[in-house]
């Protein structure tokens, strides 16, 4: 009877919204429970706590609250009334601030490709494009998920979150030149993942207004979450007892003013500490906490807790690749609300505007070396200063020169894996990365299909009124890479085949993920395996990325993990009873 936990769950609690905390007027939250680290007493307990208040992390304590006290620790600030996170306009502002405050963190692969991770409440879903959708049902049941209960999971998120965005004539003609080409059928606007071309969701509303994982936070219940900003995770602790397994107990953290404080779980056998600090901040903080490859550990002086040498393995990031067409028309400003997903691998997706929804004109946004997008160049070369000619040339273009749209693709999966180490014992600190993108055949392969696709679509009647006439595409990549802004790079060779296209002007769509992956790192209830009372449940589960876009299914899979935890210890409290 795998169901039970999800009919007794909801048996025993309809969607309870605590909604009472929303102004809905100023879409800010008046969150009772959330405070400065600075605030917590020295030591405390709780049923729960919860490592990562990001896109897995606020639903996942919004459902355990409902039944127990929970901690939520959150390394960085609140998202609200910081207009870089709630406008769609000010798309890549909070990116492009490199500042040690700022609600991204930026980091550079190994493989010299320019990346970013959360630091806010809310995480990546108050930095993202938006973009929602679903996961196949046939990715839930490689997963093990229930697949009824997933639904049920979506449908919690999608309640506070997801919207359908308005599509306009750029979008409407990528999507046209889609169904044209033939990645068909045309499935409408759907949140759901099928073949062919659709419009998904977007987490932005109609007045342009970003709705985050934080929003799910309405859902808790306020007398028992305990929501600290600010609080840095410096270690989670273990009770090592002979002859068994260690057990986690306790977490150090630090507050904003360096003072050290500890939270330890309540005296239960079912009191849990759950990582979600995202796919590099989970992989990280096990080692920190003694939990990875020994000799690794050994060499940052870690004294171990367990030898795992898969901790930080199966490292991997969707290579995104994109081509620039400027328009003769104006376009409407636009993030990704079209995706054609194709038969082979590859999903096609598409951004457009005058500032491509990055905050001041004369940006590209998604695209902006402001915010280390930068494909003029191999990724070796993205060197710091490379970035800033990118920045101070892209300030002296012609306007018109930022009229138009990016078509990109993004293989599926991927297949290529990387690792992630330590550099430092400091978690502020970035670990280092490496994807290793395309280093699979069928990888790259999928990139050269994709790049065709996004040419054929280009190249369409119904996306004609949005590229010059009379240029050929060979033509049109020439001209977009003498601009600094886009995006072949200056070769030589003229004979640039689509293959060296893909790997010199691979960029990446944030969607990196694994390194605490399931049946490698944690079992399929996502508990740590080795140790007691641990968990990991974000991003870096993942084998593969889940649907074309995952965020729709990092915040699933955090009430979907609350539910069932929750279920599973009520069902336990009630057999408990029956007995007595
Ligand atoms: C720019 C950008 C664009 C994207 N576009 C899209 C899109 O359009 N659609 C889509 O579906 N997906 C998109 N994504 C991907 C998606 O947002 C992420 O996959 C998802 O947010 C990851 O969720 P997570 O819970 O695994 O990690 P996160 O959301 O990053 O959460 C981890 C949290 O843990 C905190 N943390 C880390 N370490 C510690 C510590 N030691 N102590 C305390 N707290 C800690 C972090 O501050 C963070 O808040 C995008 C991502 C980015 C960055
Ligand atoms: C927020 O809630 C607290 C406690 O209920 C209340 O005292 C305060 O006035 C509220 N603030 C706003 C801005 O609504
Ligand atoms: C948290 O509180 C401390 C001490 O009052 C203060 O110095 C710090 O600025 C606060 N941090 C934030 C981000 O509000
Ligand atoms: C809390 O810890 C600080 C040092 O970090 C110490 O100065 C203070 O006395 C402690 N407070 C209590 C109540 O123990
Ligand atoms: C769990 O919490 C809900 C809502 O707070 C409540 O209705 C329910 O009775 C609780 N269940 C148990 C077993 O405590
Ligand atoms: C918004 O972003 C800009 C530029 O990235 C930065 O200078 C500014 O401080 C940010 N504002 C806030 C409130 O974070
Ligand atoms: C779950 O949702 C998907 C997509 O909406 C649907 O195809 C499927 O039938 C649903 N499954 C269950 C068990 O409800
Ligand atoms: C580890 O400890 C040794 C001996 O105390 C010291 O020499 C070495 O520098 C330390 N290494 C790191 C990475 O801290
Ligand atoms: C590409 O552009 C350069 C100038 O930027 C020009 O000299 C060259 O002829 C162009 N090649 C093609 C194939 O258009
Ligand atoms: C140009 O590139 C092609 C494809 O990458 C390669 O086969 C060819 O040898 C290169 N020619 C020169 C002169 O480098």
């Known amino acids: 009877m795998a169901l039970w936990w999800w009919r007794l769950f909801f048996a025993a609690l309809p969607g309870i919204l605590f909604s009472t905390q929303l102004c809905a007027s100023q879409k800010v939250p008046n969150y009772t429970f959330m405070h400065n680290a600075t605030t917590a007493p020295n030591i405390s ?4 706590i919860v490592i990562g208040g990001g896109t897995a992390g606020c639903p996942l304590a919004a459902t355990l609250s409902q039944n127990y006290s929970v901690l939520l620790l959150e390394r960085g600030g609140s998202p609200y009334g910081n207009p870089n996170i709630t406008n769609l306009a000010a798309f890549g502002a909070a990116l492009s601030d490199t500042s040690p405050t700022s609600p991204s963190q930026r980091f550079i692969s190994e493989d010299g490709v320019i990346n970013s991770r959360a630091r806010v409440l809310g995480g990546g879903s108050c930095l993202n494009a938006g973009f929602y959708t679903r996961a196949s049902p046939q990715y839930a049941r490689e997963a ?32 046209e030149g889609l169904l044209e080409i033939g990645v068909v059928p045309d499935n409408g606007f759907t949140y759901d993942h099928i073949g062919g071309t659709k419009v998904g969701g977007t987490i932005f509303d ?30 989670i602790l273990f009770r090592v007892k002979d002859g068994s397994k260690p057990v986690a107990h306790g977490v150090v953290f630090r507050d904003s003013l360096g003072r050290k404080h500890k939270a330890y779980l309540k005296q239960h056998a079912k009191s849990e500490i759950i990582v979600s600090a995202g796919a ?20 940052h002086n870690i004294s171990i807790t367990l030898d795992q040498p898969l901790v930080g393995q199966g490292m991997s990031d969707n290579p995104m690749n994109a081509i620039f067409v400027p328009s003769p028309e104006p376009v409407e400003v636009s993030l990704i609300q079209v995706v054609g997903i194709t038969s082979f691998g590859t999903y096609v997706e598409a951004a457009s505007g005058e500032n491509f929804a990055g905050g001041s004109p004369r940006d590209y946004g998604m695209f902006s070396p402001k915010i280390g997008q930068l494909s003029t160049v191999p990724p070796k070369q993205r060197t710091p200063e490379a970035l800033a000619k990118a920045i ?23 297949i290529s894996t990387g690792h992630l180490e330590l ?19 069928q990888d790259l392969e999928r990139c050269v299909q994709g790049l065709s696709t996004v040419e054929k679509v280009i190249e369409s009647k119904a996306f004609a009124p949005f590229r010059y006439p009379n ?27 689509l293959q060296q296209f893909c790997r010199d002007t691979v960029m990446t769509i944030w969607h990196y993920h694994g390194g605490c992956q399931v049946g490698k790192v944690v079992d399929k209830d996502y508990k ?4 007691g009372a641990l968990r990991v449940i974000d991003g870096s589960t993942f084998n593969y990325s889940p649907g074309t876009n995952p965020q729709a299914t990092v915040m699933m899979l955090g009430r979907y993990m609350g539910v069932k935890i929750l279920s599973e210890r009520l069902g336990a409290n009630a057999a408990d009873q029956t007995e007595q």
């Open 280 to 299: 590099l901040g989970s992989p990280q903080l096990l080692m920190l906490s003694g939990v990875g490859p020994a000799e690794h550990l050994r060499a």
């Open 206 to 235: 109609h007045q342009g207004f970003r709705h985050t994982a934080a929003d799910l936070l309405q859902y808790a219940n306020p007398s028992r979450i305990t929501l600290l900003l600010h609080s840095t995770v410096h270690r």
């Open 392 to 414: 101070e040339q892209m300030q002296s273009l012609d306007q018109a020169a930022f009229r138009g749209g990016f078509i990109l693709e993004k293989i599926m999966g991927p």
């Open 144 to 175: 093990g998920w229930d697949v009824r209960a997933v639904n049920e999971s979506y449908e919690w998120v999608e309640k506070i979150v997801a919207f359908k965005p308005e599509v306009k004539q750029w979008q409407s003609a990528v999507r």
């Open 423 to 441: 550099r430092t014992r400091d978690p502020n600190d970035n670990p280092s990365v490496t994807f290793n993108y395309f280093k699979d055949p």
């Open 471 to 497: 240029m050929p595409l060979p033509v049109l990549l020439n001209m977009t890479a003498s601009s600094p802004v886009n995006l072949l790079p200056k070769h030589t060779n003229s004979s640039l085949s």
């Open 528 to 531: 740590v395996l080795g140790v």
């Open 45 to 48: 307990y709780y049923d729960y």
